[in-house]
């Protein structure tokens, strides 16, 4: 009888401690789910960012949006929209050493099937600059689809923080 009692005991805490194990994936699991807020660019292009970034529209005065987390940690995203002319040559690797002259830049390697948009020349490039005293890391994308240039540009004081805003380069969408 005793040894019934002792099977059953070991039993009841295997498939307690399975609801525990079950419960604490899902919880983490759920917890780990950013949620999102669509921002729209222009009325042509969406970016997908977490919901505690905000927006700060284009001026008269400036020629991108600015994206920034309301926690006070230094990441900026600035995305520029132009109309181009279709087949035009732009060297954008040659600009971006006339505004960054000190900067070591070099070519980042993206994950072409983690863009939405189709048909498109994608370059990016990463560097560092000083600003105002503060080390930023940077990495620019480059988006040209037929005569649009879409260039998104990601600050960060922190490399990894840099690195990890990649995702975001992923979620913008042509809607036009």
Known sequence: MVVGRIGET????????????????LSFT???IEKTEVFNIDNEWNISLPEDWQMEGRSPYQQYYSFYPSVPFYSTIKIYNYDIAENQNIDL?????????????????LDLNKIKIKNIKVEAY???????GTKLYAISYFIILKENLLIANFYSI??????KMLEYFYSIEKIN
Request: charged content about 40%; cysteine-free.
């Open 10 to 25: 070991m039993k009841l805490k295997k498939y307690s401690l399975f609801a525990i194990i079950l419960v604490f994936i």
């Open 158 to 163: 922190s490399e990894k923080e840099t690195e």
């Open 126 to 132: 990463e560097y560092s600059f000083d600003e105002n």
């Open 30 to 32: 759920t917890y780990s």
């Open 93 to 109: 690797l040659e600009d971006l050493k006339k505004k960054y002259p000190n900067s070591n830049i070099k070519k980042k390697k």
